[in-house]
Structure formats: C-alpha cells, structure tokens
C-alpha cells in the first residue's frame, strides 16, 4: 500500500481543513485507516482511526468532537475533517494503514508523506 496524504494548510484558530489521503494497492480495502500527527521537538501521536468497513472510528481526547475520520472504499481515499481548529493542532499530519486501528504508531505497517497544519492565533 501506498499513501499521499494531503489538503493541509494555514489556517485560522476556528477554522477547517480536510485531509486526505490517496492509496494505491487493494489491501486498502481490507485495512484499518489512522492519522497521527508530530508536532515540532514532539513525538508522533495518535488522532484517529477508522475499521476497513469505516463502522468503528476511535478519536484521542484532545480532538473528541472537532475531527471526524472517514473514508471512501470506492475512491481508495480516507479524510479528516478538522473543525474548530486550535494553535495546538498545529503539526505534520501522517496517514497510516493497517489490518489493526490502534492507537500505537508501532501497529501501522505503511505511511503516507505527511501534510503540514498550521493553525494561527
């Protein structure tokens, strides 16, 4: 699998950005999708995760209610849709496939590029 991730930007605090991200390969069917994000002098963290069937999504707390995860098996293509953005969702935003959707970066088997996100004050 091959992913490309993009749609980041700069951005206003309370605004939106959606992310996107564009695999190649058939296994994207039958995997897990997840977006991590690393801010600078910061680890990689978790943001999100959604089933290959797209019918079980896991959220960490600090985006909970202002990102939602998706995905379009037709189009091989995942999306994070960011509202209500805050200064501290700034960072490089990777996609990540697996067969699992856990929370550690270590469980996903292939990555896309990043995408920069800078929200402004």
């Known amino acids: 699998v091959q992913l490309q991730a993009s749609g980041g930007g700069l951005v206003q605090a309370g605004g939106s950005l959606r992310l996107s991200c564009q695999a190649s390969g058939r296994t994207f069917l039958s995997n897990g999708m997840a977006w991590f994000r690393q801010a600078p002098g910061k680890e990689r963290e978790f943001v999100a995760s959604?089933?290959?069937?797209?019918?079980?999504?896991m959220y960490a707390d600090s985006v909970k209610g202002r990102f939602t995860i998706s995905r379009d098996n037709a189009k091989n293509t995942a999306y994070l849709q960011m509202n209500s953005l805050k200064p501290e969702d700034t960072a490089v935003y990777y996609c990540a496939s697996s067969k699992k959707t856990g929370v550690d970066l270590g469980e996903y088997d292939y990555w896309g590029q990043g995408t920069q996100v800078t929200v402004s004050s």
């Open positions: 959604i089933s290959w069937s797209g019918g079980s999504t």
